[in-house]
């Protein structure tokens, strides 16, 4: 998926639990990347992109377009996943060219591009390229995680390049706020003993003026924002919403149960309420 992953198991594990665990993983990993990667042009969604009307797909994807489906109104269509033609011809391509094409498709609209049907089913009203990098990495340590807890371990992280679910067993940990500037460093900690905490930053898959978080309607990426940092229940909704809040005001999601911290372009930061990091800057 573009990005580092790693997987600490407290637990006790026997003999070639170890391997068995990293083999099935791996191939749970393989199997995701194949169906929904955009820059994978065998993947399903690149399939998607050629066809119109009703198609049989997996829940999984339903899912996902459904978290995009929720927050969208609330964004004024700002994050939706009909930009993945956008990105591509602003460089952001399969072969990370990172060279605008002359002429830059614009992002359809959701409501006009995409109807779901039902748990399996999906219209494609218009030619679509979907980019689930929003919601995917962040739904995929939910799928870890879930696989985990069905093979009864007690205590895990699974982080996903700061796209995390901490199961903790009453146990607390500490997360450091990466500092946007140096890597090396953090401008908090934040201590958790379970739930999902994600972040996203500017600071990443940066070119020709551009970030992989983009206005749809100016084509620009945002700049005012250089860092987010999300706890939610589901990894999924954290990785959403670290997204969405560079977008939008963090307020217009307050249907959806979250806390947050935002870092601008002066080391300023604002923050919810139940967002407890102990901050060192800002």
């Given at each position: 998926?573009?990005?580092?992953?790693?997987?600490?198991?407290?637990?006790?594990?026997?003999?070639?639990?170890?391997?068995?665990?990293?083999?099935?993983?791996?191939?749970?990993?393989?199997?995701?990347?194949?169906?929904?990667?955009?820059?994978?042009?065998?993947?399903?969604?690149?399939?998607?992109?050629?066809?119109?009307?009703?198609?049989?797909?997996?829940?999984?994807?339903?899912?996902?377009?459904?978290?995009?489906?929720?927050?969208?109104?609330?964004?004024?269509?700002?994050?939706?996943?009909?930009?993945?033609?956008?990105?591509?011809?602003?460089?952001?391509?399969?072969?990370?060219?990172?060279?605008?094409?002359?002429?830059?498709?614009p992002v359809p609209k959701f409501s006009e591009t995409?109807?779901?049907i039902d748990d399996t089913h999906l219209e494609l009203?218009?030619?679509?390229?979907?980019?689930?990098?929003?919601?995917?990495?962040?739904?995929?340590?939910?799928?870890?995680?879930?696989?985990?807890?069905?093979?009864?371990?007690?205590?895990?992280?699974?982080?996903?390049?700061?796209?995390?679910?901490?199961?903790?067993?009453?146990?607390?940990?500490?997360?450091?706020?990466?500092?946007?500037?140096?890597?090396?460093?953090?401008?908090?900690?934040?201590?958790?003993?379970?739930?999902?905490?994600?972040?996203?930053?500017?600071?990443?898959?940066?070119?020709?003026?551009?970030?992989?978080?983009?206005?749809?309607?100016?084509?620009?990426?945002?700049?005012?924002?250089?860092?987010?940092?999300?706890?939610?229940?589901?990894?999924?909704?954290?990785?959403?919403?670290?997204?969405?809040?560079?977008?939008?005001?963090?307020?217009?999601?307050?249907?959806?149960?979250?806390?947050?911290?935002?870092?601008?372009?002066?080391?300023?930061?604002?923050?919810?309420?139940?967002?407890?990091?102990?901050?060192?800057?800002?």
């Amino acid at each position: 998926m573009g990005t580092s992953w790693k997987i600490t198991i407290w637990d006790v594990l026997e003999d070639g639990e170890l391997a068995e665990l990293q083999g099935e993983i791996t191939f749970q990993s393989a199997a995701f990347s194949s169906l929904y990667s955009r820059f994978d042009s065998s993947s399903l969604v690149w399939s998607l992109s050629r066809k119109r009307g009703v198609v049989d797909v997996p829940e999984d994807l339903i899912t996902m377009l459904r978290i995009y489906e929720r927050l969208e109104p609330f964004s004024q269509g700002k994050f939706t996943p009909c930009i993945g033609f956008t990105l591509s011809d602003l460089g952001y391509d399969s072969e990370y060219s990172l060279k605008e094409k002359e002429h830059i498709r614009p992002v359809p609209k959701f409501s006009e591009t995409l109807n779901i049907i039902d748990d399996t089913h999906l219209e494609l009203c218009d030619a679509v390229l979907l980019d689930l990098g929003a919601v995917g990495k962040g739904f995929f340590v939910d799928k870890i995680a879930a696989f985990l807890r069905s093979r009864g371990y007690k205590r895990f992280l699974v982080d996903g390049s700061g796209d995390t679910l901490y199961e903790g067993d009453g146990q607390p940990i500490r997360c450091g706020l990466e500092d946007p500037s140096d890597a090396a460093k953090a401008i908090g900690v934040l201590t958790m003993t379970g739930g999902a905490f994600c972040s996203s930053g500017n600071n990443r898959r940066r070119w020709s003026g551009h970030h992989h978080i983009l206005d749809p309607h100016s084509l620009r990426s945002p700049e005012h924002i250089v860092a987010t940092w999300v706890q939610a229940p589901t990894a999924a909704m954290a990785d959403a919403l670290a997204t969405c809040i560079f977008l939008a005001e963090p307020e217009n999601f307050s249907s959806t149960p979250f806390e947050y911290c935002i870092l601008n372009q002066e080391y300023k930061v604002k923050k919810s309420a139940g967002f407890s990091a102990e901050l060192f800057r800002g």
